[in-house]
């Protein structure tokens, strides 16, 4: 085992040799594959269906907001759609896209790994996921579900007549795959560190990894359990959740938030992590306060299981441990506060450059910021009484998912895409489609704060007329963020045949992945790489190199 | 195939501790049957289920060799059962609260 | 440039590629079984707290119902179930030291107190079927607190139900290594299957344990 430094990135060539691509043909080869980067691969494509499926439910939902009648979509319907909008985006895109298509990806490499800990787990991750997946496409073509993503009861077991065990079936299968896919990161990172690359040399993105697989583990199954029980009550007509039966629906919502809050965090930790990485890479310097960084994402990712309740204060929960939860829920902001402030004291002094990823993570910092900002007033007893079911929630969780998580994601997938491809992206139209997301995505959501201040309900296809004006404005942005959406699937793949080849470090940042070439061979590396630099060691790696950066 | 030459790489735990927590887990089934059938007030859930916990303490150690294994699986298994404590105790935070003064 | 000349390394027939060497194939498989088993705690856990919540809410329905389970069968299939833990932990042993035989027959006899368990289990739940206990379309048992009671019997199904699913996978699982036992793949430096396996049962074992004083136990005094 040699050291690979810095000086040996230089020598190496484009890859013309075997790479992890074109080193085996055939459908066979990617279907079986245990080679964690198609898999990778495989998840970024399904993954990106199920993106533009919610998607498409998005847009009906705000042609129908045009007006304030309920005149394009029957009630009903409407249900089913703002329902589907929320299983397909948190089940099937939130959830996987950054662990499962990046995670799955960088993280081996970036350990000094030759694969995941278990590379046919991973293979049977993507396969449950197909199948959940199959599943909720089978329930929408045969007419959908109308509960809510929330499934609330006893509406969901007495008396929706839509398809509500299918879909329960669908996202508990889903759930396994996102169980097993932690499972596997955390062996990983425990187990398979190369040499020389103790716990506090490893990259951010990989402990923000850590922490979203965690969360991942304990929170999931409690999910399962709970479908589980609401499958059981739907087919054999018992009263778990039922009051009229003697159950508690509360008792549902307590088990059900208990995994949908964390599952808030498995979607903002990874975002967080790249948004790490990014900075670093664009300011040429190491991430300030490393160490807070690193446990803070570990605080998230135990706070954030404290604190489900605040989504059930006017549910019936009793006045005390509303305000337990709420003080709790003070808490989890502390470390994301953290993070922010450590992003911002990096930009100080750094040599800021402005290529695609960075236009996405300075506006996920912003836009993050304000989403998590508005979830303090929410944790805020008083405050939610007043906002809670109107658009004021939903404007606050868009900011940080879509806002947050998915500018991220994009982010990252612009940043590695050299890596992952082989081919840079062109610049110009990706930073138009940074512009046109950053942009729409504003003009979409910031008009539903003040819709749901002044009280636009939400889940509801009809509104009161003098809440038109921004009703519009919404739909207009959301069109400005369709389009800036749709700019990346087409230029990059147009880039996997005609952009520029990549070399192995073409932004020249440090982190084990820009030492291999670009795409990465089978084995990620040639050889083992024994590893003596500190994470974004940049004035150890510039002096190494002569001060050149190889593109 | 390869038959055994050499003790295995881990610490094999002995025969006779096998043994000996099989029999005292057949004991505590036969007390906490016992106890069950005695009118010990409120404290026959308490020691029923303090019986459970001891017996299963017995398997965790022994059987599944949590005794001698690396620290990382001690912080594994309690990590477990605290996550399941926060699960606990947060739900009845709110129902042993219901009923009291303003609700 | 290439390295990948490891194959001609000598090299343990078990092992697989990404891993250096078996030492870190058995831990990451030891650890990946942990984390799995911690999966388990909290999905069976879920059940537990909502059997918590309504016990708390029902007790006098919690006492009737638990006073429908067969005691002694219940009894019985603990010591079984308990003795299966034994000849599985004895199986492990053997397998540390490459005992093809020994190992071997400790897994049939786990497998064997399995299924004594799991058919034992189906008597109960013919005789729940009988009484009218069986939740939903047909329960036609009788009494004051009927509905609650029919409340205990669906967590009564549900958790030694889920508990039964699992037995059955592990009685599978069990046959696949009856197999790998018999054909002498395990040995000093490869027997991280069977360990793993044995954490599997005894997880197993362990949920069972819990289950049986929360179930069969409540308010049996006179």
Redo the contacts between chains.
Sequence with gaps: MTSVTYHDVRLMEPAQTRNYLNVDYGFFSWLLTRDHKRIAILYMISVSIMFILGGFFAMMMRLELLTPEGDLLTSDTYNKFFTLHGIVMIFFFLIPSIPAILGNFILPIQLGAKDLAFPRINLLSWYLYIIGAVIGLYVIIVGGVDTGWTFYTPFSTQYSNTHVFGTTFGAFIVGFSSILTGLNFIVTVHRMRAPGLTWFRLPLFVWAIYATSLVQLLATPVLAITLVMLMVERIAGVGIFDPALGGDPLLYQHMFWFYSHPAVYIMILPAMGVASEVVAAFTRKKIFGYKFVAFSSLAIAFLGFLVWAHHMFVAGISVYSAMIFSFLSMFVAVPSAIKVFNWTATLYKGSVSWQTPMLYILGFIGLFTIGGVTGIFLASLGIDVHVTDTYFVVAHFHYIMVGGAVMAYFAGLHYWWPKISGRMYPEWWARLGALLVFVGFNLTFFPQFILGYVGMPRRYHAYAPEFQVLNVMSTAGASVLAVGYFLPLVYLLWSLRFGRKAGPNPWGAVGLEWTTSSPPPKENFHETPVVTWDAYDYPAMLKAMGETQNV | ????E?????E??P?WI??A??AA??VG?GL??FA?????GVL??PV??T??TV??AL??L????AIH??R??WI??A???L??G???V?????????M?G?? | MSAIETHEREHHPFLQHHFEDMGQQHEASTLGMWMFLSTEILFFGGLFLAYAVYRNMYEAAWIEGAHHQNLVLGTVNTAVLITSSLTMALAVYFSQWGRRIATFFCLVATFILGSVFLIIKAVEYHAHFEEGLLPGAYFTYHSALAPKVELFMTFYFCMTGLHALHMVIGAGLLIYFMRRAWRGDFGPEYYSPVEIMGLYWHFVDIVWIFLFPLLYLIGRHA
């Excluded at chain 2, 050499?6 to 881990?10: K, L, N």
């Design positions: 195939m390869n038959e055994q050499h003790a295995p790489h881990h094999s735990t025969l096998y043994y927590v099989f887990l057949l089934t906490t049957v069950a059938l005695h009118d010990l026959n859930t029923a289920l019986i459970a017996k299963a398997v965790i022994f059987f599944m060799h294994s690396t990382l699986t594994v298994i990590a477990s059962f996550w399941l926060v699960l606990f947060l739900t009845f935070a709110d129902y042993l609260t219901r009291w303003l609700q």
